[in-house]
């Protein structure tokens, strides 16, 4: 299947630091969204990006959907402890591509550590 | 308004034996899946639904039934449980009529099989 490579796989840092984390593909999402998981929940929803160039706020959160359609970013500033947890991305192929609008590809994760 | 609803939490399970995992929405939703969660391969699709009576099958089916009698519920059988199948079960749903559409979670049932 579809594969999403994202970066980096974990990251410690100290709290207020920002942090920026990535998502990218050999092919074309018509979608991105990304998701923070923490331990013994689902995944919730942080931003959903629908157009190419889109940049998106939530907060502190920040993230933007790539202009060649083949990624996106997710930034996180001045973290705070309640940051901690796993950021997925996920991508919504073009029907062409075998996608569709409940269909998801999902990265490996970012595992987020923040450090008081 | 609970969302997707997940029962059992945590389940384990002799090999060969066979269980149901059950999900339901309250958000009239159309579309619902079956995720599995494991270490380092982050969330992959087993079966969806994109409405009552129509059922399909994602990247890793094998295994597992699914069936659609309403909107509502999206209950997700293991046959016959091998060891392979210990994981983490997430069921989400999400909107129809929408170009693009964001999936909702439930809290995951934690599965072992010994």
């Known amino acids: 299947g579809q594969q999403l490579n994202q970066s980096p796989q974990s990251m410690f840092i100290q709290e207020g630091e920002d942090v920026s984390m990535n998502c990218t593909s050999s092919s074309i999402f018509n979608t991105w969204l990304w998701y923070k998981q923490e331990p013994g929940e689902g995944p919730v929803l942080l931003i959903a990006?629908?157009?190419?160039?889109e940049l998106t706020s939530n907060g502190r959160l920040t993230a933007q959907f790539g202009i060649t359609r083949k990624d996106s970013f997710l930034n996180i500033s001045a973290s705070i402890p309640s940051d901690v947890g796993i950021y997925f991305c996920?991508?919504?192929?073009?029907?062409?591509?075998?996608?569709?609008?409940?269909?998801?590809?999902f990265g490996k994760g970012t595992l987020l550590t923040v450090n008081p | 308004n609970a969302g997707v609803t997940q029962t059992p939490k945590f389940q384990v399970l002799k090999t060969g034996q066979s269980m149901t995992l059950q999900c339901a929405q309250d958000?009239?939703?159309?579309?619902m899946s079956w995720y599995r969660q494991d270490p380092g391969m982050g969330l992959r699709l087993i079966h969806y639904s994109v409405g009552a009576g129509i059922t399909d099958q994602g990247e890793v089916p094998n295994g597992y039934n699914v069936s659609r009698s309403t909107t509502e519920d999206f209950p997700l059988r293991l046959l016959s449980a091998a060891p392979s199948q210990t994981s983490v079960y997430f069921c989400?749903?999400?909107?129809?009529?929408?170009?693009?559409?964001?999936?909702?979670f439930g809290q995951g049932t934690r599965l072992t099989v010994v």
């Open positions: 990006l629908y157009k190419a160039g």
């Open positions: 989400a749903s999400s909107y129809s009529r929408r170009a693009n559409t964001e999936a909702f």
């Open positions: 958000m009239n939703h159309e579309y």
């Open positions: 996920a991508g919504q192929l073009p029907p062409h591509s075998g996608g569709s609008n409940y269909k998801l590809t």
